[in-house]
């Protein structure tokens, strides 16, 4: 009987030790959650496919089909996102881990001016192409260094346009200064 007893006095115990189990999960898993939304949202802001927009900021994902013709009358065509609001200009290709190999931005600035581009959080190595008002290449910086703060790829003279594709895509397509560009 004794026996009995105890296994009786150890199943209340447990018992009684589950009823306690919650309260210290509760603060363990609000803290495990907020931990994991923390870490979620800093893990995808921004870091996505040219086809994924959920955390980009262009939520559109406004594209175009630009074509470039070259000098030698042969036509090379991308698909571009396009940025054009502030936040856009600013964010550009920032914290993406992959551009497809005919994909890039097409930066529309409000007025020509120079510009200056640089990497700050940018993980892919890109080719930044200037191009003017009437839509002529103007410059072009080859494989430029991801995640760079201090490069600077300034624009020799006015721009209202740039694109960013990934690193040796002009030199591939054997695209150069003075090419027009389409779109």
Same mark, same amino acid.
């Given at each position: 009987?004794k026996?009995t007893k105890?296994t009786?006095?150890?199943?209340? #115990?447990?018992l #009684? ?10 603060p ?9 939304v ?10 996505t ?8 900021l ?15 009358n %042969? ?6 996102e396009?940025? %054009? ?5 600013e ?12 994909e890039g931005?097409?930066?529309?600035f409000? %007025?020509?001016?120079? #510009?200056?581009?640089?990497?700050k959080n ?5 080719d930044?192409i200037?191009?003017?008002e009437e839509?002529?290449i103007?410059?072009?910086y080859?494989?430029?260094e991801?995640?760079?703060?201090e ?16 690193g ?14 389409l779109?």
């Open positions: 009987m026996d105890l009786k006095e150890r199943l209340i #115990k447990f #009684k030790d589950l009823r306690l189990i919650p309260f210290f999960l509760i363990i898993l609000v803290i495990a959650g907020i931990f994991f923390i870490i979620g949202l800093s893990n995808d802001s921004g870091r496919n040219v086809s994924d927009n959920d955390n980009y262009n939520k559109n994902n406004d594209t175009i089909t630009a074509t470039i013709v070259k000098s030698t %042969e036509q090379v065509s991308l698909t571009l396009v940025a %054009e609001t502030e936040a856009e200009l964010y550009g290709l920032m914290n993406r881990t992959f551009l497809g190999a005919e931005m097409l930066f529309i409000p %007025e020509a001016e120079p #510009k200056t581009f640089w990497m940018t993980y892919i190595q890109l930044i200037f191009v003017d839509k002529i103007t410059q072009i080859e494989n430029t991801p995640l760079n703060t490069n600077r790829y300034p624009s020799i003279i006015p721009v209202r346009y740039a694109i960013e594709v990934n040796g895509w002009t030199q591939r397509n054997n695209v150069k200064v003075g090419d027009l560009v779109f």
